[in-house]
């Protein structure tokens, strides 16, 4: 079974709309992390937020939030407001604990966001 | 600019080659992160270390091998390159082994011929 899955390859948003990029996750370890990453086209990775499967409220990192529903394994991305600048490839991941002290991460296939002014 | 520093940008060599990518963390972080982007396999998790000692090992090929130094800094080592192994690979650092966000660096585009 697949570790991460994103079911939308594209999405297409409205400038100033919000919209939710979809994530579940599968893990039986119960101490685990979930991230959102930003990847333009010029190429970076870069870090959105992270949700700890142990934290009780939903991650919030300015317009970003994440839509954590533990029992349903889901972790959405919602961008609120959206612009221009958020048009881009988006990967969700997961950390799983390896050994003592190590992590492993999956990540997804990405989604990619297209802002339509 | 995450602070993450990677070099070269560009590689290009020719199959049955060996070539190394190097990474220096952020100030402060002790842990790196290695990973492969390619278009068939997307993004894939290789190896972790932590203050020098390898941590978690993902889908690394035994064709490939990393370290890292009492710096800091990390090398990626691959040898007897193959087309397959074009790629984009990126090392992340974060403040330690366990459940910390990562920051990337600006990665390496290989491309073998």
């Known amino acids: 079974a697949q570790k991460i899955t994103q079911t939308q390859p594209g999405m297409f948003v409205q400038e100033k709309e919000a919209v939710t990029l979809d994530c579940t996750y599968d893990?039986?370890?119960?101490?685990?992390?979930l991230f959102w990453y930003k990847q333009p086209s010029s190429g970076e990775m870069i870090f959105l937020i992270y949700q700890g499967s142990y934290d009780q409220q939903n991650a919030t990192e300015g317009r970003y939030s994440l839509n954590f529903q533990k029992a349903r394994k889901s972790a959405n991305l919602v961008i609120s407001a959206s612009q221009l600048g958020d048009s881009a490839m988006y990967f969700c991941?997961?950390?799983?604990?390896?050994?003592?002290?190590?992590?492993?991460?999956?990540f997804g296939t990405g989604t990619s966001l297209t802002v339509i002014p | 600019d995450s602070g993450v520093t990677q070099t070269p940008k560009h590689l290009i060599t020719a199959t049955g080659q060996r070539v190394t990518l190097r990474c220096s963390p952020r100030s402060g972080d002790l842990s790196v992160y290695w990973y492969q982007q390619s278009l068939d396999q997307g993004l894939q998790f290789l190896i972790q270390y932590y203050n020098g000692e390898e941590r978690a090992k993902g889908n690394i090929l035994e064709r490939f091998s990393a370290q890292q130094f009492p710096d800091l800094h990390s090398e990626l080592n691959l040898s007897s390159l193959e087309l397959g192994d074009s790629a984009l690979y990126f090392c992340?650092?974060?403040?330690?082994?366990?459940?910390?966000?990562?920051?990337f660096g600006p990665g390496t585009r290989l491309t073998v011929t």
């Open positions: 991941a997961m950390r799983e604990p390896q050994g003592h002290t190590g992590n492993q991460f999956y």
């Open positions: 992340a650092s974060s403040v330690g082994p366990g459940p910390y966000e990562q920051y």
């Open positions: 893990t039986s370890d119960p101490s685990y992390g």
